[in-house]
């Protein structure tokens, strides 16, 4: 090699090196996170992707056996000095505030919220009974409301900004088939977090949406009746569902909820700084929506 370039491959070796001794940058280290519906699925998903990031993170949810278990799993890959988990019935105010109280109070306030405890519940709209629509309304958008409201009051206190990361669905934005009661309140936690971006704004509070298509693997929702509800009104069974939802997709690929973490950790960080009000859809592009 001529001398120069030698000296340059040299050079630029020794530099790579250095990078790979640095410490791995942590972007969220010193930031507080709150994941409700934090034992299983996407919620898990989205706490391990916020811990790996050095964030620490209370998880909660009303399945306590399942709470304890997720706890367990967390604090054995990343300590138990920045896990801690709380039951809660997001439906329930008191719940709710006791929830932040005790958040607040085990890592030093909150700068990040993921709001995504939930369920799905299904039937076609003649026979939906007032008390399936009322179930759907109560945890989604009014499991939704009482979280980030506690959330956006605490990050006003504090004063020092903060994310609502909230996980809707591709049904907030599309109809399905006998899906009626959990496509309304979905397209209603998509309003509440526009409302969030616009008065939480002047506080340095940003709100964004994360909306999954069908995550069917790692999900208890798709252990449930949800799954036979779906393959019935797509009229295939049940086990095939994943190729189903696979072919829809542009990309011919299934969601995972490790795709979905990875949203809402672009949400909860800088790499986000300037979006608040805004809609990310984790669905390997809903061909439906583009073809006829
Ligand atoms: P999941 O059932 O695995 O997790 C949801 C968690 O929420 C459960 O641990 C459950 O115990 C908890 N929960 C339910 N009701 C609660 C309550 N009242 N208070 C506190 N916790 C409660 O399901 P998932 O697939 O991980 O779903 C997470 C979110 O993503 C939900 O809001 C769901 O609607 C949304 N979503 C899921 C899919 C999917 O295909 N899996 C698609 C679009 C949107």
Same mark, same amino acid.
């Given at each position: 090699?001529?001398?120069?370039?030698?000296?340059?491959?040299?050079?630029?070796?020794? /530099? !790579?090196?250095?990078? $790979?001794?640095?410490?791995?940058?942590?972007? +969220?280290?010193?930031?507080? #996170?709150?994941?409700?519906?934090?034992?299983?699925?996407?919620?898990?998903?989205?706490? %391990?992707?916020? @811990?790996?990031?050095?964030?620490?993170?209370?998880?909660?949810?009303?399945?306590? #056996?399942? +709470?304890?278990?997720?706890?367990?799993?967390?604090?054995?890959?990343?300590?138990?000095?920045?896990?801690?988990?709380?039951?809660?019935?997001?439906?329930?105010?008191?719940?709710?505030?006791?929830?932040?109280? /005790?958040?607040?109070?085990?890592?030093?306030? @909150?700068?990040?919220?993921?709001?995504?405890?939930?369920?799905?519940?299904?039937?076609?709209?003649? !026979?939906?009974? @007032?008390?399936?629509?009322?179930?759907?309304?109560?945890?989604?958008? *009014?499991?939704?409301?009482?979280?980030?409201? !506690?959330?956006?009051?605490?990050?006003?206190? $504090?004063?020092?900004?903060?994310?609502?990361?909230?996980?809707?669905?591709?049904?907030?934005?599309?109809?399905?088939?006998?899906?009626?009661?959990?496509? *309304?309140?979905? =397209?209603?936690?998509?309003?509440?977090?526009?409302? +969030?971006?616009?008065?939480?704004?002047?506080?340095?509070?940003?709100?964004?949406?994360?909306?999954?298509?069908?995550?069917?693997?790692?999900?208890?929702?798709?252990? &449930?009746?949800? %799954?036979?509800?779906?393959? &019935? =009104?797509?009229?295939?069974?049940?086990?095939?569902?994943?190729?189903?939802?696979? $072919?829809?997709?542009? +990309?011919? @690929?299934?969601?995972?909820? !490790?795709?979905?973490?990875?949203?809402?950790?672009?949400?909860?960080? /800088?790499?986000?700084?300037?979006?608040?009000?805004?809609?990310?859809?984790?669905?390997?592009?809903?061909?439906?929506?583009? *073809?006829?």
């Amino acid at each position: 090699l001529p001398e120069q370039e030698a000296f340059d491959i040299e050079y630029w070796l020794l /530099e !790579e090196a250095k990078l $790979q001794r640095l410490p791995k940058s942590r972007p +969220l280290e010193g930031r507080v #996170a709150l994941v409700t519906g934090g034992a299983g699925g996407i919620g898990l998903a989205s706490a %391990r992707r916020l @811990l790996g990031e050095g964030a620490c993170v209370v998880i909660c949810d009303i399945d306590r #056996a399942a +709470l304890d278990e997720a706890e367990a799993a967390l604090v054995g890959s990343h300590g138990r000095d920045r896990v801690a988990a709380f039951p809660v019935d997001v439906t329930d105010e008191g719940s709710v505030a006791a929830l932040f109280r /005790e958040a607040a109070l085990a890592f030093g306030g @909150l700068d990040i919220l993921v709001s995504n405890a939930g369920i799905a519940s299904a039937a076609p709209l003649d !026979e939906t009974s @007032l008390e399936l629509w009322q179930r759907n309304l109560d945890i989604l958008a *009014t499991g939704y409301f009482l979280v980030s409201r !506690e959330a956006f009051r605490l990050m006003k206190t $504090q004063s020092r900004g903060g994310s609502i990361v909230f996980i809707a669905s591709k049904n907030a934005l599309v109809a399905s088939p006998n899906a009626a009661a959990y496509c *309304t309140a979905k =397209a209603a936690e998509i309003q509440l977090c526009r409302c +969030l971006a616009l008065e939480g704004a002047p506080h340095g509070i940003r709100a964004n949406v994360v909306n999954p298509d069908a995550v069917l693997r790692g999900s208890r929702i798709w252990e &449930g009746e949800w %799954r036979a509800q779906r393959a &019935g =009104a797509y009229n295939v069974a049940p086990n095939d569902l994943d190729e189903v939802y696979r $072919q829809r997709s542009m +990309l011919k @690929l299934n969601v995972f909820p !490790e795709d979905i973490a990875e949203a809402v950790h672009f949400f909860a960080s /800088e790499l986000s700084a300037k979006s608040t009000g805004n809609i990310l859809n984790v669905d390997a592009g809903h061909a439906p929506a583009f *073809t006829r």
